[in-house]
């Protein structure tokens, strides 16, 4: 049984930074591509960063950019994502999930696994 297991959400001042986790079991956990998501109260949910299998290509959303790092460690199954710089907008759930193709993750239809989540709140 595949799990997906999100961690590290919290509740950050404006400015700050946090690190979520992504522990990930029951797969070949290299064959996957990465990503992470987030929906805000209201809104749909949307792209923030995605990462190969093999760690060698990148992918963020816009508005992320700059601020936002995913890495992975596939000896240990686990993808994270470094948030710096973090404003109130980015206030969300943020989901990790996993598809054999990045293009899947990138364009936001995962076919395979999700996590459910790790609520992160920035304060103004």
């Known amino acids: 049984q595949v799990q997906l297991v999100e961690s590290g959400g919290g509740l950050v001042q404006a400015g700050g930074s946090l690190r979520l986790s992504c522990a990930a079991s029951?797969?070949?956990?290299?064959?996957?591509?990465m990503g992470w998501f987030r929906q805000a109260p209201g809104k749909e949910r949307e792209f923030v960063a995605g990462i190969t299998g093999s760690g060698g290509h990148i992918y963020y959303a816009d508005s992320v950019k700059g601020r936002f790092t995913i890495f992975r460690e596939n000896a240990k199954n686990t993808v994270y994502l470094q948030m710096n710089s973090l404003e109130p907008e980015d206030t969300a759930v943020y989901y990790c999930?996993?598809?054999?193709?990045?293009?899947?993750?990138?364009?936001?239809?995962?076919?395979?696994?999700w996590g459910k989540g790790t609520l992160v709140t920035v304060s103004s």
């Open positions: 029951g797969l070949t956990f290299s064959a996957y591509a």
């Open positions: 999930a996993a598809d054999s193709s990045i293009m899947y993750i990138r364009t936001a239809r995962v076919r395979d696994y």
